[in-house]
């Protein structure tokens, strides 16, 4: 069973920066698509930014030239480099993957999230 798990979520003030990182284990064949989506109090989640195993980045429209997605295969982690944080972007954050799991089988897989809170 694969699992991803997030990390680097926090308090920080306007302005600022985090990091996050989510990290997966287990029998991992290998990945397709990956993600950050985010859950703001009373709103629905929403995508922040997804990466291909190729390396193409997609970014929803109020974080680019903000944020930042990475991907390491070889470590099997995935990274979300957040600067110029503004309070709007608190939210919980999930890693999301599309694993494959066989030759003819994907599986998508979510973290249990990360809280991010940005305040004075």
């Known amino acids: 069973q694969v699992q991803l798990v997030e990390s680097g979520g926090g308090l920080v003030q306007p302005g600022g920066s985090l990091r996050l990182s989510c990290a997966a284990s287990g029998s991992i064949f290998r990945f397709g698509i990956m993600a950050w989506h985010r859950q703001g109090p009373g709103k629905q989640r929403e995508l922040v930014a997804s990466?291909?195993?190729?390396?193409?980045?997609n970014y929803g429209e109020s974080v680019k030239g903000r944020f930042t997605i990475s991907r390491d295969d070889v470590k099997k982690m995935m990274y979300l480099q957040m600067n110029s944080l503004k309070p709007e972007d608190t939210a919980v954050y999930y890693c999301?993957?599309?694993?494959?799991?066989?030759?003819?089988?994907?599986?998508?897989?979510w973290g249990q999230g990360t809280q991010v809170t940005v305040s004075s």
């Open positions: 999301n993957a599309a694993h494959q799991v066989n030759y003819d089988r994907w599986e998508n897989i």
């Open positions: 990466i291909t195993s190729g390396g193409s980045v």
